[in-house]
């Protein structure tokens, strides 16, 4: 049974790879996309554990099980995916706010202090990790940057 919305996205569900400390601490990841043809969706959320694929990337996916299984990343839109784990949790407004300046949409985990940051590709890079690296030194916060756009 797939999950689907009412404006027409539908869930493309990620079969996750965990690293030697067992993460991420789920299996699957279930990411919205639209569907636009022929086996083809494109990204309309940020993904939390998923790495590789962006906001707004065209994907192929596949019916199996009941469900639409991610294959793999057809075009990518460009978008970079990063992840912070804000260790203080009344950092996160802030630390939001910061990111947004800079251009970046957030998306907030269920998982306290976990948020996904997509990096549009007018936001450099460059300028962007300036500014996570400070806040690494500082420990308010650990990222990392689960895909990165193609330059």
Request: glycine letters at 8%; proline letters at 6%; a negative charge.
């Amino acid at each position: 049974m797939t999950s689907s919305s009412a404006d027409g996205r539908i869930k493309v569900v990620v079969k996750l790879e965990k690293d030697e400390d067992d993460y991420p601490p789920v299996d699957y990841e279930g990411l919205w996309a639209l569907p636009i043809g022929e086996g083809l969706f494109q990204i309309d959320n940020v993904p939390f554990f998923a790495r590789g694929i962006a906001h707004g990337d065209i994907v192929s996916a596949t019916f199996e099980q009941q469900e639409l299984r991610f294959r793999d990343v057809v075009r990518p839109s460009g978008h970079s995916t990063l992840r912070l784990i804000i260790y203080d949790e009344k950092d996160i407004p802030s630390v939001r706010a910061l990111l947004e300046e800079m251009g970046c949409s957030i998306e907030q985990s269920h998982i306290p202090g976990l948020i996904s940051v997509d990096v549009p590709p007018t936001v450099s890079l460059a300028v962007l990790r300036t500014s996570l690296d400070e806040g690494e030194a500082q420990e308010r916060w650990g990222y990392e940057e689960a895909c990165l756009a193609s330059i």
